[in-house]
Nanobody, 121 residues
Framework: QVQLVESGGGLVQAGGSLRLACVPS????????MAWYRQGPGRQRELVAF??????TNYADSVKGRFTISRDNAKNTFLQMSNLKPEDTDVYYC????????????????WGQGTQVTVSS
């Protein structure tokens, strides 16, 4: 079992920045990759970015050049969001992929509770 706790969401003006954090606990030694997703009302949850334990990263086209995913040795995972736009307004979820290759991300096995990001125009 893995528990994920997100923090760092809030209200920011367009062009501003926020940094989200995700702290995992429990059986974290099985985590091979971490990811951030987002979901708005009436829309499917979409993958924003992921990072593998070997350091490989990948981003959705809509956030490339504006968002940066990172992690530390404790597998705490961060999403630095810059130049935020109103269309980035969503609930952001942290996810953990377990039991896979340390250089791959397949699918989430555990989810956090989500943190709201609101970008005003």
């Amino acid at each position: 079992q893995v528990q994920l706790v997100e923090s760092g969401g809030g209200l920011v003006q367009a062009g501003g920045s926020l940094r989200l954090a995700c702290v995992p606990s429990g059986s974290i030694y099985n985590i091979n990759a971490m990811a951030w997703y987002r979901q708005g009302p009436g829309r499917q949850r979409e993958l924003v970015a992921f990072i593998t334990m070997s350091g490989t990263t990948n981003y959705a086209d809509s956030v490339k050049g504006r968002f940066t995913i990172s992690r530390d040795n404790a597998k705490n995972t961060f999403l630095q969001m810059s130049n935020l736009k109103p269309e980035d307004t969503d609930v952001y979820y942290c996810a953990a992929d377990l039991w896979g290759d340390d250089d791959s991300y397949t699918s989430p096995d555990y989810w956090g509770q989500g943190t709201q990001v609101t970008v005003s125009s």
